[in-house]
């Protein structure tokens, strides 16, 4: 019996997504307790803030780099770096409150994020590519697949770790998220790269393939896409928990298993998550082979414009209600993530994937820079909910752009 047999019975493409989404999973293990971490070590908002900020910047300097890394050197290469960088993020981590430390950290964590970001997806691609021809929404399926088991994962990682937060301290978790992305990238190992993929991306990247490609309004209408997603989600991952301890400490009725917070964050963790996995493997086996994803993405942005303005009125009494509106939210956008990547994966050439991708990220991360940089200057306990208010304007703005690219989509279909 081969490794490969052994450690998994499912096709290349198929393995590779798991592990991506293990991956995900292995760094949530922090994911419901980080900010709470750095909050009860000293560290306050606006130190979050300008955290993030230098993340951003750093990604953003890194982005392209590593792509093209990954198109000359092999996807494999590039995903198993960054998973081993990423991994030192949550030794540094433990030097909290000293900022020193914790900017040396989040400039570690972007690099590593950097090489991931682009590779695995297009291992994912090329894979599925060779052993799918032919069949896009193969595409489409594996990217639920992905999200799916991270949904999955970080249902177990995210309350796990605020558990052992607990009852152990929050060093144990940090050190077991370091030793379980180490594992993904020893099973990463085992797994295979298509040899011919290789040589067809060793030569080097020209902007005149990017005007001349089949990309045209597709790229474009992503690149929205992608920068509004990255915008809305800045409130959503990194400031929620800040939301939800103000929600707990205004809340008329708390039930006795919500008032210690460690319980809070960890339930909202799973909740959410468990809404992610739900809705993803529900549109991988029901919808995506039936629905137009377009027309799925576009519903999508209607209900999270209704969540986020709940969210961003938080008048309600009830944490069970907001716990409620911010899981499903979860699982809303992290489909929506997941739809437009796979439609625009489709249109990406092969040999200059990353490479592209990475455009996209940096334009991505030069926004976020921006909206990082204003709610350095303005964000405070106080006013938190106006970020979510805007959220909801964005999506509506993105639901837009969604029903832009089906109609080219559509008319490209009936030309050909």
């Given at each position: 019996?081969?490794?490969?047999?052994?450690?998994?019975?499912?096709?290349?493409?198929?393995?590779?997504?798991?592990?991506?989404?293990?991956?995900?999973?292995?760094?949530?293990?922090?994911?419901?307790?980080?900010?709470?971490?750095?909050?009860?070590?000293?560290?306050?908002?606006?130190?979050?803030?300008?955290?993030?900020?230098?993340?951003?910047?750093?990604?953003?300097?890194?982005?392209?780099?590593?792509?093209?890394?990954?198109?000359?050197?092999?996807?494999?290469?590039?995903?198993?770096?960054?998973?081993?960088?990423?991994?030192?993020?949550?030794?540094?981590?433990?030097?909290?409150?000293?900022?020193?430390?914790?900017?040396?950290?989040?400039?570690?964590?972007?690099?590593?994020?950097?090489?991931?970001?682009?590779?695995?997806?297009?291992?994912?691609?090329?894979?599925?590519?060779?052993?799918?021809?032919?069949?896009?929404?193969?595409?489409?399926?594996?990217?639920?697949?992905?999200?799916?088991?991270?949904?999955?994962?970080?249902?177990?990682?995210?309350?796990?770790?605020?558990?052992?937060?607990?009852?152990?301290?929050?060093?144990?978790?940090?050190?077991?998220?370091?030793?379980?992305?180490?594992?993904?990238?020893?099973?990463?190992?085992?797994?295979?790269?298509?040899?011919?993929?290789?040589?067809?991306?060793?030569?080097?990247?020209?902007?005149?393939?990017?005007?001349?490609?089949?990309?045209?309004?597709?790229?474009?209408?992503?690149?929205?896409?992608?920068?509004?997603?990255?915008?809305?989600?800045?409130?959503?991952?990194?400031?929620?928990?800040?939301?939800?301890?103000?929600?707990?400490?205004?809340?008329?009725?708390?039930?006795?298993?919500?008032?210690?917070?460690?319980?809070?964050?960890?339930?909202?963790?799973?909740?959410?998550?468990?809404?992610?996995?739900?809705?993803?493997?529900?549109?991988?086996?029901?919808?995506?082979?039936?629905?137009?994803?377009?027309?799925?993405?576009?519903?999508?942005?209607?209900?999270?414009?209704?969540?986020?303005?709940?969210?961003?009125?938080?008048?309600?009494?009830?944490?069970?209600f907001l716990l409620f509106v911010f899981s499903v939210l979860h699982g809303l956008l992290s489909s929506l993530f997941t739809i437009a990547d796979d439609q625009f994966f489709k249109i990406i050439r092969q040999k200059y994937f990353s490479s592209i991708f990475?455009?996209?990220?940096?334009?991505?991360?030069?926004?976020?820079?921006?909206?990082?940089?204003?709610?350095?200057?303005?964000?405070?306990?106080?006013?938190?909910?106006?970020?979510?208010?805007?959220?909801?304007?964005?999506?509506?703005?993105?639901?837009?752009?969604?029903?832009?690219?089906?109609?080219?989509?559509?008319?490209?279909?009936?030309?050909?």
């Amino acid at each position: 019996m081969t490794h490969q047999k052994f450690l998994f019975r499912y096709t290349n493409c198929q393995c590779i997504a798991a592990l991506a989404g293990l991956f995900e999973s292995a760094r949530m293990f922090t994911g419901a307790i980080n900010v709470v971490f750095l909050l009860h070590r000293g560290v306050n908002l606006k130190q979050l803030a300008t955290l993030q900020f230098i993340f951003t910047a750093t990604a953003f300097v890194m982005e392209i780099p590593t792509g093209v890394v990954s198109d000359k050197n092999g996807k494999k290469l590039a995903a198993i770096l960054g998973c081993l960088i990423t991994s030192l993020f949550y030794l540094l981590c433990l030097a909290a409150p000293i900022m020193s430390w914790l900017i040396i950290a989040e400039i570690v964590l972007a690099i590593g994020l950097s090489f991931t970001s682009g590779s695995f997806e297009a291992w994912i691609v090329s894979a599925t590519r060779l052993e799918y021809p032919n069949n896009h929404l193969k595409i489409n399926h594996l990217g639920h697949l992905r999200k799916e088991i991270a949904g999955l994962g970080n249902m177990i990682s995210g309350p796990l770790g605020a558990f052992l937060a607990f009852k152990f301290g929050y060093t144990v978790v940090y050190l077991i998220s370091f030793l379980s992305i180490l594992a993904v990238a020893v099973c990463l190992f085992f797994r295979d790269e298509l040899k011919n993929q290789h040589k067809a991306t060793t030569k080097n990247f020209n902007f005149d393939d990017l005007k001349k490609s089949r990309l045209s309004k597709g790229f474009f209408l992503y690149t929205g896409i992608a920068i509004l997603l990255s915008a809305v989600y800045q409130p959503m991952y990194h400031f929620w928990q800040p939301l939800f301890e103000k929600a707990l400490s205004s809340s008329n009725y708390v039930p006795n298993f919500l008032q210690n917070h460690f319980a809070t964050l960890g339930l909202t963790f799973f909740c959410s998550n468990g809404v992610v996995f739900i809705c993803n493997n529900y549109i991988k086996r029901k919808m995506i082979f039936y629905s137009n994803p377009f027309l799925i993405a576009i519903g999508i942005t209607i209900l999270s414009a209704i969540a986020f303005t709940i969210l961003g009125q938080n008048n309600s009494k009830s944490i069970i209600f907001l716990l409620f509106v911010f899981s499903v939210l979860h699982g809303l956008l992290s489909s929506l993530f997941t739809i437009a990547d796979d439609q625009f994966f489709k249109i990406i050439r092969q040999k200059y994937f990353s490479s592209i991708f990475s455009i996209v990220n940096v334009l991505q991360r030069l926004t976020v820079l921006n909206i990082l940089w204003l709610i350095k200057k303005i964000i405070t306990v106080e006013n938190i909910e106006n970020m979510f208010m805007l959220c909801s304007i964005s999506m509506i703005i993105m639901g837009i752009l969604f029903f832009y690219w089906k109609n080219v989509h559509d008319l490209k279909v009936h030309k050909h």
